[in-house]
């Protein structure tokens, strides 16, 4: 099935760093939305976006929309231990359904 | 927590037999739709059910089917196992069928097909 690239594909960083991680798509999408799943649970949502050129901030997270509908990016500022985890795009079009197009995820590994 | 639960956690299958999991949405979702995540890939959209009838299916064979019950729990039901089978399942309910696409998952059943 499709799936969105995402990336990087995993990144180590220090805690305290800023990280940022995109996703594109040949697909135009209604709906950006962003997850997180750490190991043996189901994805969290942590944002998303309705609204090409839409930025929207969940405490230390910031996502945008592209002005193109084909991309969004997620940024997550002072990373800290518990950020730990995959990060997940997903696209949304409205007419099929509630169906999510995921992307192929992005590891994240925070030292101390 | 999202209110969303699945059962069992993890169960083990041999090739050739039937499995049947359970997901029960979070309270006042009328509509659920279940994925099948492979290692290391993002989730697979499988079908989505509302008011007790499958609303869109994605690239998954009929042996893969399901049923929404009246209070909106569902079941997935996968027959004539494969090894390729062997996924984390998860479900997602969503307050209604709509637009904006945000879905709630569960911690997913892990299935192994041997």
């Known amino acids: 099935g499709q799936q969105l690239n995402q990336s990087p594909q995993s990144m180590f960083i220090q805690e305290g760093e800023d990280v940022s991680m995109n996703c594109t798509s040949s697909?135009?999408?209604?709906?950006w939305l962003w997850y997180k799943q750490e190991p043996g649970e189901g994805p969290v949502l942590l944002i998303a976006?309705?609204?090409?050129?839409e930025l929207t901030s969940n405490g230390r997270l910031t996502a945008q929309f592209g002005i193109t509908r084909k991309d969004s990016f997620l940024n997550i500022s002072a990373s800290i231990p518990s950020d730990v985890g995959i990060y997940f795009c997903?696209?949304?079009?409205?007419?099929?359904?509630?169906?999510?197009?995921f992307g192929t995820g992005t590891r994240l590994q925070v030292t101390l | 927590e999202t209110g969303v639960t699945q059962s069992p956690t993890h169960l083990i299958k041999t090739r050739g037999q039937q499995v049947t999991l359970r997901c029960s949405s979070q309270?006042?979702?009328?509509?659920v739709s279940w994925y099948q995540q492979a290692l290391g890939q993002g989730p697979q959209f499988i079908f989505q059910?509302?008011?007790?009838?499958?609303?869109g299916r994605g690239n998954f064979p009929p042996r893969f089917s399901g049923l929404q019950f009246p209070n909106y729990s569902s079941e997935l039901n996968v027959n004539a196992l494969e090894l390729d089978d062997s996924a984390l399942y998860l479900c997602?309910?969503?307050?209604?069928?709509?637009?904006?696409?945000?879905?709630?998952f569960g911690p997913g059943t892990r299935l192994t097909v041997l």
């Open positions: 059910y509302y008011r007790e009838e499958e609303n």
């Open positions: 309270s006042g979702h009328n509509t």
């Open positions: 697909s135009i999408f209604n709906t």
């Open positions: 997903a696209g949304h079009t409205a007419g099929t359904a509630s169906k999510l197009t």
């Open positions: 997602a309910s969503t307050i209604t069928i709509g637009q904006s696409g945000e879905q709630f």
């Open positions: 976006l309705y609204k090409a050129g």
